[in-house]
């Protein structure tokens, strides 16, 4: 997915993962039962920050991490039809690592 949005400061534009819709036994879950996604890949990542000289602060994230965010963190938008979120760098939790 080709995104053209640039987030500002120490933001970052994620795609959140869903969960699966079928539960282990078969159950199918209705849209309103799912639980917020807390899991998601960077798409765009700011700037960052700047320091009291004025000088950036680099990002700890990268696009295409992986990353565990607060539930009701960010702001939710849509483009192009996808479900993302814009977050600050501190609303994020972890970034998560394959062996």
């Given at each position: 997915?080709?995104i ?54 680099p ?41």
């Amino acid at each position: 997915m080709s995104i053209n949005l640039k987030p500002l400061g120490s933001r970052v534009v994620v795609e959140p993962i869903e969960q699966e819709e079928v539960t282990a036994g078969g159950i199918v879950l209705p849209e309103t039962a799912k639980e917020k996604p807390q899991k998601g890949v960077i798409l765009s990542v700011g700037p960052g920050d700047r320091d009291e000289d004025g000088k950036r602060i680099p990002m700890d994230v990268k696009e295409g991490d992986t990353v565990l965010f607060a539930k009701y963190a960010g702001t939710e938008i849509k483009v192009e039809g996808k479900k993302l979120l814009i977050l600050r760098e501190s609303d994020l939790l972890a970034i998560v690592e394959t062996k």
